[in-house]
């Protein structure tokens, strides 16, 4: 089983910058395939010069949002990960999705996630593993696009009209023969979505995983996150899994200060 996880590209920028940007620049050269950097890693990857780096990594370990090791490496510091757990759809809503997606995992023993959107992208923010579930390219703060996972789905077909349409016009990324390329097809699958309530996705990302996702919703209604459990395509039952999921979605959306009634 093959899969092309998303490019990673040294960061490019214009010449010219202010401080705020080259800070920010430093801290976006760490990523899931690059949690250890040395000064010339960040340097090349920010596009800064080695002085500009040094400068800018010597403040932000000051700080706490990177540590440096004995080596002289640099890795994301926990000032950071503080930081981050005061964020409303982070750490405060995984506390409250949290026995929900432990029900949901009870009940199939499969991958269980729940993820957010953040511009074209879906975020994970928990992901329980199963024991012997089906292997999948996810862990918490990974990124994909939209269109390729179920849970991408749910967010993106309860989205906004006109982001949708954007979205639908705009490349969508391959990642097996299997995935949606194609802009008629998405808008099919995403007016499918609206209408049952639940996205059904087979072999998007892997040639051997299908995934069903709900939509979370919070106090006013919208929806802010989705839920999903990955099973083994080759036998998914996916009518004994919809229910599960959409009481773990309904849960959390309750929990999250949503009332149906409203």
Known sequence: MTTTQPADTARSAPATRSAPDRLLAVLAAFDHAHTALSLSDISRRAGLTLTTAHRLAGALTEWGALERDA???????????????????????????????????ESTHENVQLAVRDGTEVVYTEWISGRSAV???????????????????????HGDPDFQE????????????????????????????????VAVSSRQITDDALSVAAPVRGPGGAVVAAV????????????????????AARGISRASGWLPDQ
Do not use: K, M, N
């Not at 990124?143 to 996972?149: E, Y």
């Not at 990955?230 to 919809?242: F, K, S, W």
């Open 71 to 105: 080596s002289g490496v640099y890795h994301v510091g926990l000032r950071l990960w503080e930081i981050a757990a005061l964020a409303p759809r982070g750490l405060a809503l995984r506390q409250l999705a949290l026995p929900y997606l432990e029900d949901l995992y």
């Open 135 to 157: 292997g999948v390219h996810i862990r918490v703060g990974a990124r994909w696009p939209l269109h390729a996972t179920g849970v991408g789905l749910t967010l993106l077909a």
């Open 228 to 247: 999903s459990v990955v099973v083994p395509q080759a036998d998914a039952q996916v009518p004994a899994l919809i229910p599960a999921v959409r009481l």
């Open 166 to 197: 954007a979205y639908c016009a705009g490349p969508l990324a391959s990642f097996t023969p299997y995935t949606i390329t194609d802009p008629v097809r998405l808008r099919r699958v995403l007016a499918e979505v609206r209408r049952t309530g």
